[in-house]
């Protein structure tokens, strides 16, 4: 079962709680989604370490429940 955009959304907020969050749905379907994610958490790190972070907070769900996720991450200007 697909997971949609508030589940993704809540999972990503718990683990980072000064996250702001947008979420697209990319293709209507569930499985395709693009991600904006903004938190302090991610100053100082490099991008894959930023995903890493996002990857970790939606708890396993990446690759199954959720197909795709294209990420765009940065910290607070």
Known sequence: MPMNANEIETLIKEALPDAQVEIRDL???GDHYAASVVSEAFRGKSR?????????ALKGNMGGE???LALQTKAPE
């Open 27 to 29: 293709a209507g379907d």
């Open 66 to 68: 959720l197909h795709a």
């Open 48 to 56: 894959v370490q930023q995903h890493q972070l996002v990857y970790e």
